[in-house]
Each structure stands twice: as structure tokens, then as C-alpha cells.
Antibody
Framework: EVQLVESGGGLVQPGGSLRLSCAAS????????MTWVRQAPGKGLEWVSS????????ENADSVKGRFTISRDNSRNTLYLQMNSLRAEDTAVYYC?????????????WGHGTLVTVSS | EIVMTQSPATLSVSPGERATLSCRAS??????LAWYQQKPGQAPRLLFF???TRATGIPARFSGSGSGTEFTLTISSLQSEDFAVYYC?????????FGGGTKVEIK
């Protein structure tokens, strides 16, 4: 059974940092692209960052470029999102999502999400 | 950036009726479109990828169609568990973009 479990969210002051983790199991992690998608309270879905299975392809939304870094440790089956210089508008539930085998950038499994709140 | 526009924002439908949801792209995405369903407090669930390829476990009452800039998600006979928010997503170009969602509510 595929499982994705996010952790690392919480309350942080503007300008602060957090590192999110997503522990994966039930599939060959290194063979699948992974993505972070966020959802602000009461709002729609927003793509944040994506990384290919081997880590060679990395793409980020303009809204997080230069501040967020996606990475993965295939030996630990874990995806990360390092978030620096956090802003109030980064407040959201952050989901990690697994790419399908046919189309890397569509997502067939999602974690339960971890809430990041940026506030003083 | 490809802008995805969904309509209507809210669709009021009675159980057993047909629901038709639209998604429009600001430029052609070919068939590089996915649909997701999200219920309150839950993560999104993949319904379709590649426009009309049904994801695992998705009932046949759901169908996806379209290409280029115009796409449709149809639910042939709404069941109680189908009342949710539906999102389209293009994966033709970076950045990946989602539509604003259509909320399907009970009439």
C-alpha cells in the first residue's frame, strides 16, 4: 500500500525557516517523480515544487523561487522541502504527491498534508 | 503561464442527476490534463490523467473529454459521495497550474 506521510509543519514567524519531510513507502521511491502542492485556508490548489526520481529535474513556482528548495534522499525514501524567508502568504497545508508512472506531473497518491502557519 | 479557468464555480445538482464541469486553458495543453476530486478535510484524489484515462478505482459514471483548450468532466448520475470540489490541472508546461475548482453541491 502506498503511503506518504508529511511532517515538519507548524507555526513560524515571518522570515523564519522550516523543513518539511515526506516519508514514502509501498512503492519504488527512486523511480517516481515527487511534487509539493499547497492549499491556503479555504483556497484552491497551488503547485509549489517538483523533482524527478533521480533528482536531475527540479522545477519551482515563481512564488517560491530562491526561497524554497525541494530535495530527496532515495536511500531514505524521503522527500524534503526546505522553506526559508517565509511569508504570511506561504500559510497553507502542504501536500506531498507522487507522480504517476505514465505522466510524472500528475499525482496518483497524496499525503494527508502538514499545516504551515506563518505569523508573528 | 497557462491559466486554467473552471466553470461554474458552484454547481447545484440533485442526486441521480448529471453534472457537467468545464475547464478551459489559456493556450493549448493538448491532452495533458488531469482532474482531481477533493472532499473537505481530505487530500485530493486523482480522477483522470491524460484527459480521459481513468485512475485506479474511479467509477465508470465519471468521464473526461476534450483536448487543446476545452475540457469536460461529466458525472453521469451523481451519488452522495460525489459532492466535492473538482480541480483540473495542466501538465503541458511549467509552471504546473490548477483551475480554481468547481464545487458540486447538493441541490
Amino acid at each position: 500500500e502506498v503511503q506518504l506521510v508529511e511532517s515538519g509543519g507548524g507555526l513560524v514567524q515571518p522570515g523564519g525557516s522550516l523543513r518539511l519531510s515526506c516519508a514514502a513507502s509501498g512503492f519504488t521511491f527512486s523511480s517516481n517523480a515527487m511534487t509539493w502542492v499547497r492549499q491556503a485556508p479555504g483556497k484552491g490548489l497551488e503547485w509549489v515544487s517538483s523533482i524527478s526520481g533521480g533528482g536531475r529535474t527540479v522545477e519551482n513556482a515563481d512564488s517560491v523561487k530562491g526561497r524554497f528548495t525541494i530535495s530527496r534522499d532515495n536511500s531514505r525514501n524521503t522527500l524534503y522541502l526546505q522553506m526559508n524567508s517565509l511569508r504570511a502568504e506561504d500559510t497553507a497545508v502542504y501536500y506531498c504527491a507522487k507522480g504517476t508512472s505514465s505522466y510524472w506531473w500528475t499525482f496518483d497518491y497524496w499525503g494527508h498534508g502538514t499545516l504551515v502557519t506563518v505569523s508573528s | 503561464e497557462i491559466v486554467m479557468t473552471q466553470s461554474p464555480a458552484t454547481l447545484s445538482v440533485s442526486p441521480g442527476e448529471r453534472a457537467t464541469l468545464s475547464c478551459r486553458a489559456s493556450q493549448s495543453v493538448s491532452s495533458n490534463l488531469a482532474w482531481y476530486q477533493q472532499k473537505p478535510g481530505q487530500a485530493p484524489r486523482l480522477l483522470f490523467f491524460g484527459t480521459s484515462t481513468r485512475a485506479t478505482g474511479i467509477p465508470a459514471r465519471f468521464s473526461g473529454s476534450g483536448s487543446g483548450t476545452e475540457f469536460t468532466l461529466t458525472i453521469s448520475s451523481l451519488q452522495s459521495e460525489d459532492f466535492a470540489v473538482y480541480y483540473c490541472q495542466q501538465f503541458k508546461n511549467w509552471p504546473l497550474t490548477f483551475g480554481g475548482g468547481t464545487k458540486v453541491e447538493i441541490k
